[in-house]
């Protein structure tokens, strides 16, 4: 009797991350609350037989996954491609840092099972809220060791503008006082709470005015010119509330109710942009729930 040979499943030599923007912080959950949205960046990881040198990113990324996994280092290219602008308070790093470990894990035959890939994505970000919704989808609300993550409705909106000038999250971070006080740390905490639970429990009506803060926006909003008119329009217009997406400069407003909406929410906010003198370009879109994909060949 003849054995019949098996074929080796051959290694995969491309993969594609697609990975979600997500906006973070939703005014006082800093470093701790994150939301998934609809606009992406794919990151395609391929192994190639050249000599490639990678800088900054995604070279401190390829280090930290090679020396976590104990793999002998493979020559490969990355390239990126997407709506997710950089520096724009939209995740734009966490895309890249979770397309470029996930993308490798998956070239390398998966030694990181998909927690193992979470943990690294957040150590290389240094916080959670923009790692764990970017990789699970959703609403998350994140300490460095566990989460808890809702899927949010599509009559959720979320309005952002997008100013045309970047704010890196390391001068965003650089206006932080060092300590504050006891009262504000209170009220971020009692209110962050409330936006925790209301998107748990899918009840969007109760976040109306619940995104206040005392730690970072006062202390972010000189860096945007037009943050004020822009606040005010947005509150004029019915929004359930406004905030700094991540460290900016994106502003975000939230609307609970019909894309018509939530397009005149974003021509107004848009607007008085215009008139403070700062260019900048709306956009309306809700949350994923699905996080990041993978695709191999």
């Known amino acids: 009797m003849t054995q019949k040979k098996v074929k080796k499943a051959s290694s995969p030599v491309r993969a594609s991350v697609r990975v ?59 390239a990126i491609a997407g709506q997710v602008p950089p520096a724009r308070g939209l995740g734009s790093s966490v895309t890249v840092r979770l397309g470029l470990v ?13 927690e193992e890939i979470l943990a690294l994505v957040i150590e290389l970000e240094g916080h959670p809220d923009n790692a764990v919704p970017a990789f699970h989808g959703g609403f998350a609300t994140c300490a460095a060791d566990r989460f808890c993550r809702a899927e949010v409705g599509s009559s959720l909106k979320f309005v952002g503008l997008v100013p045309d000038f970047e704010l890196e999250t390391k001068k965003a971070r650089a206006v932080l006082p060092k ?6 740390a209170i009220s971020n905490l009692q209110y962050g709470a409330l936006i925790a639970a209301a998107f748990i429990q899918r009840d969007y009506a109760k976040l109306d005015g619940l995104f206040q803060d005392r730690w970072h926006q006062p202390f972010r909003a000189p860096l945007i010119p037009c943050w004020d008119a822009v606040e005010v329009a947005a509150a004029k217009a019915g929004t359930l509330g ?5 460290a900016g400069s994106t502003l975000m407003a939230l609307v609970d109710g019909s894309e018509a909406a939530a397009d005149a929410v974003a021509a107004k906010m848009e607007a008085a942009a215009k008139k403070a003198k700062v260019p900048a370009k709306a956009f309306v879109t809700t949350a994923d729930n699905t996080g990041c994909r993978i695709t191999v060949r």
Not at 27 to 38: N, R
Not at 66 to 75: K, L, N, Q, V
Not at 179 to 184: G, M, R
Not at 242 to 246: A, N
């Open 20 to 78: 979600p923007a997500t906006s973070a912080n939703l005014g006082p959950g800093f470093d701790t609350m994150g939301v998934a949205l609809k606009i992406y960046n794919t990151v395609t990881v391929s192994r190639t037989e050249e000599s490639v040198t990678a800088s900054g990113m995604t070279a401190e990324t390829t280090i930290a996954f090679f020396d976590r996994t104990g793999i002998e280092p493979f020559s490969f290219k990355a």
């Open 102 to 114: 996930a993308g490798l894990n998956a070239l390398a035959g998966e030694p990181l099972d998909p």
């Open 179 to 184: 300590q504050v006080p006891l009262a504000d």
């Open 242 to 246: 406004f905030y700094l997406s991540g």
